[in-house]
């Protein structure tokens, strides 16, 4: 459905939607903060509200490019290098000089 409206009345129905100066938007704040997840499952414990759990969505199999067979990815645990502190170091040039 499409309705033509005047100017004024058009950007009356839009700033409609926006929040005055100096408001902030109420689910960021509480229970639906996003970091109070465990909070907010205590209190539908409480209540006794049944939240079934997301079910995963499946994944498409990541197909090599050469022969089109579905690919394996692994992953693999970085290696680090532990590097000498400045201590260590100067005074391996202290006993180098001696």
């Not at 459905?1 to 009345?9: E, F, K, N, V, W």
């Not at 499952?41 to 409480?46: F, I, P, S, Y």
């Not at 590097?83 to 391996?92: L, N, T």
Request: overall charge positive; glycine content about 4%.
């Amino acid at each position: 459905m499409t309705t033509r409206l005047p100017g004024a009345d058009f950007l009356w129905l839009l700033l409609s939607h926006l929040l005055p100066r100096g408001f902030r938007r109420s689910r960021n704040y509480g229970l639906l903060h996003h970091r109070r997840k465990t909070l907010l499952r205590r209190v539908q414990l409480m209540l006794r509200v049944v939240i079934l759990p997301a079910q995963p969505k499946a994944r498409r199999p990541v197909l090599c490019w050469r022969c089109g067979s579905p690919m394996r990815i692994r992953v693999i645990p970085p290696t680090f290098k532990i590097e000498a502190h400045a201590d260590s170091q100067a005074e391996a040039a202290r006993s180098a000089m001696v």
